[in-house]
């Protein structure tokens, strides 16, 4: 069993034996039978999206299709009934946008012949409505309602024998953000892919080559891989790979070797991906650490900015989306307490819109564990563009938003598979401590022997963090209490408010059940209204300089009738007399509690959320990579 899983009952023991798109593309050519090497690669892609599925198989007549709606399961039925041996073919999970849930809109898609050409996309064509209603006075024939199919009908116009050339000459048509993989029948051993602001990457083997939108597609195959730049048109065959810029080739990047395992893509034993990321977290942060503190000095160089641009700074601006938007807004307490800088997190979908000022004085940090999020990417973006110095932070190398940066720092997590976010947090927050810590030594803002003590400290986090996992707690009971209450509030303050919104967001994100979050200081400026009896009011109520009025507010909540759970800190038996359940979190100083205190949120929303029978790691309407607006 693994660590902690005997101190829970029911399925927390091991198994045995986002208007947005986020579709998963998988392509192989090479000497082997492609279609098992696409259903697996498939199968490691169906997070990013799950509506429908398909394959295109490129046989001596034409090209074949096997299409089906629903998960990845009722697609590997259908396959079943097609004996293709061929070494050739496109596979493609889809996350609807335009067009309904149906066979007809599940990629490959297809032109008027539907036997020569195909291809699969992930992303958006925002301008196709005009593209489709010269393409339908040109007499193409549309079989779907995607904005996709748009692409298959510029291919055949332009096509004319050279499938590599068609597509650099449809890319320049299109507007939005995409990554389109075509095949040919009358190129056998051929795929052609290009990306403008979305996933693309391709993995290199020997006699063969993968064309995916994620590594996870390939992992087990080769850990090779090459990211292509927007608008560089990949040709792949077996035995080679050739990039294309406005038709003209040019020299490929270097390849770069991927160090995770392929056990890393697997569920090691947990019975969800989520459950195991969860488990992972005191790795995910101990790696985020590492050797960026050797003893008690940090290093962390790769900021982008010299040190008198550092001491010159007057503002940090955080963009992000959803739970890294959270980590931000931890980011700006601890940054503000340490670093003595004004710090404003903000939701980049709405600071694009809101004509932010900036000048070179501010610098703008974007968070996004996959690197493209749209709405942060395109925050970064407008904050370069505007002379502000920007900085990334992001789970995986080469992605967009290290393109639109001046520096990247990389949480170090591995991949996570579940759709909602667990170890990406805590690594987020751990390196946005590290980074507080940074700025406060440059800036002269902290003495060093407190910078060291925080050091230690931080160093001891993973090790407290698995004590918290192997620990004994009433999670199990309190969830069997209220799995099937129709609503939870949140609350916090100060470090603990955004711990609050991020359990709530976790709550929300996988059982479905209403739930809101507050600053506890402002419960009674309406949500205090919602509380009735048995209402259960989740409360972070750790040891810091505000515990006092955070058990005032506790005291209003059950004055209402409402069933408290507190997040609390160990030795503190104070909070037995306020909270109905209690459940502890080792010590730790204030500005480093938010990844032991939301540990204990993230396993009530996923015990309460299996005891309702739901699928955590694809909750409904939600996808991991949110790559368009």
Same mark, same amino acid.
């Given at each position: 069993?693994?660590?902690?899983?005997?101190?829970?009952?029911?399925?927390?023991?091991?198994?045995?034996?986002?208007?947005?798109?986020?579709?998963?593309?998988?392509?192989?050519?090479?000497?082997?039978?492609?279609?098992?090497?696409?259903?697996?690669?498939?199968?490691?892609?169906?997070?990013?999206?799950?509506?429908?599925?398909?394959?295109?198989?490129?046989?001596?007549?034409? $090209?074949?299709?096997?299409?089906?709606?629903?998960?990845?399961?009722?697609?590997?039925?259908?396959?079943?009934?097609?004996?293709?041996?061929?070494?050739?073919?496109?596979?493609?999970?889809?996350?609807?946008?335009?067009?309904?849930?149906?066979?007809?809109?599940?990629?490959?898609?297809?032109?008027?012949?539907?036997?020569?050409?195909?291809?699969?996309?992930?992303?958006?064509?925002?301008?196709?409505?005009?593209?489709?209603?010269?393409?339908?006075?040109?007499?193409?024939?549309?079989?779907?309602?995607?904005?996709?199919?748009?692409?298959?009908?510029?291919?055949?116009?332009?096509?004319?024998?050279?499938?590599?050339?068609?597509?650099?000459?449809?890319?320049?048509?299109?507007?939005?953000?995409?990554?389109?993989?075509? *095949?040919?029948?009358?190129?056998?051993?051929?795929?052609?892919?290009?990306?403008?602001?979305?996933?693309?990457?391709?993995?290199?083997?020997?006699?063969?080559?993968?064309?995916?939108?994620?590594?996870?597609?390939?992992?087990?195959? #080769?850990?090779?891989?090459?990211?292509?730049?927007?608008?560089?048109? *990949?040709?792949?065959?077996?035995?080679?790979?050739?990039?294309?810029?406005?038709? #003209?080739?040019?020299?490929?990047?270097?390849?770069?070797?991927?160090?995770?395992?392929?056990?890393? =893509?697997?569920?090691?034993?947990?019975?969800?991906?989520?459950?195991?990321?969860?488990?992972?977290?005191?790795?995910?942060?101990?790696?985020?650490?590492?050797?960026?503190?050797?003893?008690?000095?940090?290093?962390?160089?790769?900021?982008?900015?010299?040190?008198?641009?550092?001491?010159?700074?007057?503002?940090?601006?955080?963009?992000?989306?959803?739970?890294?938007?959270?980590?931000?807004?931890?980011?700006?307490?601890?940054?503000?307490?340490?670093?003595?800088?004004?710090?404003?997190?903000?939701?980049?979908?709405?600071?694009?819109?809101?004509?932010?000022?900036?000048?070179?004085?501010?610098?703008?940090?974007?968070?996004?564990?996959?690197?493209?999020?749209?709405?942060?990417?395109?925050?970064?973006?407008?904050?370069?563009?505007?002379?502000?110095?920007?900085?990334?932070?992001?789970?995986?190398?080469?992605?967009?938003?290290?393109?639109?940066?001046?520096?990247?720092?990389?949480?170090?997590?591995?991949?996570?598979?579940?759709?909602?976010?667990?170890?990406?947090?805590?690594?987020?927050?751990?390196?946005?401590?590290?980074?507080?810590?940074?700025?406060?030594?440059?800036?002269?803002?902290?003495?060093?022997?407190?910078?060291?003590?925080?050091?230690?400290?931080?160093?001891?986090?993973?090790?407290?963090?698995?004590?918290?996992?192997?620990?004994?707690?009433?999670?199990?009971?309190?969830?069997?209490?209220?799995?099937?209450?129709?609503?939870?509030?949140?609350?916090?303050?100060?470090?603990?408010?955004?711990?609050?919104?991020?359990?709530?967001?976790?709550?929300?994100?996988?059982? &479905?059940?209403?739930?809101?979050?507050?600053? =506890?200081?402002?419960?009674?400026?309406?949500?205090?209204? $919602?509380?009735?009896?048995?209402?259960?009011?989740?409360?972070?109520?750790?040891?810091?300089?505000? &515990?006092?009025?955070?058990?005032?507010?506790?005291?209003?909540?059950?004055?209402?009738?409402?069933?408290?759970?507190?997040?609390?800190?160990?030795?503190?038996?104070?909070?037995?007399?306020?909270?109905?359940?209690?459940?502890?979190?080792?010590?730790?100083?204030?500005?480093?509690?938010?990844?032991?205190?939301?540990?204990?949120?993230?396993?009530?929303?996923?015990?309460?959320?299996?005891?309702?029978?739901?699928?955590?790691?694809?909750?409904?309407?939600?996808?991991?990579?949110?790559?368009?607006?």
């Amino acid at each position: 069993m693994k660590p902690g899983f005997s101190r829970f009952q029911g399925e927390f023991s091991a198994a045995e034996g986002k208007e947005r798109n986020v579709c998963g593309i998988i392509g192989y050519v090479g000497s082997r039978e492609a279609k098992p090497l696409l259903l697996d690669g498939l199968r490691r892609l169906e997070y990013r999206g799950y509506d429908s599925a398909g394959l295109a198989l490129r046989e001596d007549a034409e $090209l074949e299709y096997v299409r089906a709606v629903g998960n990845l399961d009722n697609l590997v039925a259908a396959a079943q009934s097609n004996g293709s041996r061929t070494h050739h073919g496109l596979g493609h999970t889809r996350w609807a946008t335009h067009g309904g849930v149906t066979e007809r809109n599940a990629h490959p898609l297809t032109g008027c012949d539907p036997g020569r050409l195909a291809i699969v996309l992930n992303g958006i064509v925002e301008n196709y409505m005009e593209l489709r209603e010269q393409l339908t006075e040109a007499g193409h024939t549309f079989t779907s309602e995607t904005d996709a199919e748009v692409v298959v009908h510029l291919l055949e116009q332009s096509y004319d024998g050279d499938l590599t050339q068609a597509l650099a000459r449809v890319y320049p048509q299109l507007e939005g953000h995409f990554s389109i993989v075509a *095949i040919h029948h009358d190129h056998p051993d051929l795929l052609v892919g290009v990306r403008n602001q979305t996933p693309l990457v391709v993995g290199l083997g020997e006699g063969e080559n993968f064309l995916a939108s994620s590594i996870a597609a390939f992992l087990s195959e #080769t850990r090779t891989v090459l990211h292509p730049g927007d608008g560089e048109v *990949i040709e792949l065959t077996p035995a080679s790979v050739r990039v294309f810029v406005d038709g #003209t080739e040019v020299e490929m990047s270097a390849p770069q070797e991927i160090d995770w395992d392929e056990e890393s =893509a697997e569920k090691s034993g947990f019975e969800t991906f989520m459950l195991k990321e969860i488990f992972e977290q005191p790795e995910a942060v101990a790696e985020t650490i590492g050797d960026r503190v050797r003893g008690h000095k940090l290093m962390l160089d790769a900021l982008g900015m010299t040190e008198t641009e550092v001491q010159n700074l007057r503002r940090i601006v955080i963009v992000a989306a959803g739970t890294a938007y959270h980590a931000g807004v931890v980011g700006r307490y601890i940054i503000e307490e340490w670093a003595r800088l004004p710090v404003e997190p903000d939701i980049a979908s709405e600071w694009i819109y809101r004509n932010p000022v900036l000048s070179k004085d501010t610098l703008v940090i974007g968070i996004s564990q996959s690197g493209e999020t749209r709405d942060t990417v395109n925050a970064v973006k407008l904050a370069r563009e505007h002379g502000a110095r920007t900085l990334g932070i992001t789970n995986l190398m080469g992605t967009q938003i290290t393109r639109e940066v001046d520096a990247t720092l990389y949480t170090r997590c591995g991949m996570e598979v579940g759709v909602a976010a667990s170890k990406t947090f805590t690594a987020q927050v751990a390196l946005l401590s590290l980074l507080a810590l940074k700025l406060a030594e440059i800036r002269h803002t902290l003495p060093q022997e407190e910078i060291e003590f925080i050091l230690d400290r931080l160093h001891e986090l993973p090790e407290k963090m698995q004590e918290f996992l192997d620990g004994d707690h009433p999670i199990e009971s309190i969830a069997q209490r209220f799995y099937d209450k129709p609503f939870f509030l949140y609350l916090g303050r100060h470090i603990g408010l955004p711990v609050a919104l991020e359990g709530a967001l976790k709550l929300k994100e996988i059982s &479905y059940i209403p739930t809101d979050a507050y600053s =506890a200081g402002e419960m009674k400026h309406g949500p205090i209204a $919602l509380l009735e009896e048995g209402t259960p009011v989740v409360v972070v109520a750790t040891n810091i300089h505000v &515990y006092d009025k955070i058990v005032s507010n506790i005291q209003e909540t059950r004055a209402r009738g409402a069933h408290v759970i507190a997040i609390a800190t160990d030795g503190n038996e104070d909070i037995q007399h306020h909270a109905d359940d209690v459940i502890y979190v080792p010590r730790t100083p204030n500005f480093l509690q938010a990844p032991l205190a939301v540990m204990p949120l993230q396993l009530l929303a996923y015990r309460i959320a299996r005891l309702r029978g739901l699928n955590v790691d694809q909750p409904r309407n939600l996808a991991k990579t949110v790559t368009v607006e």
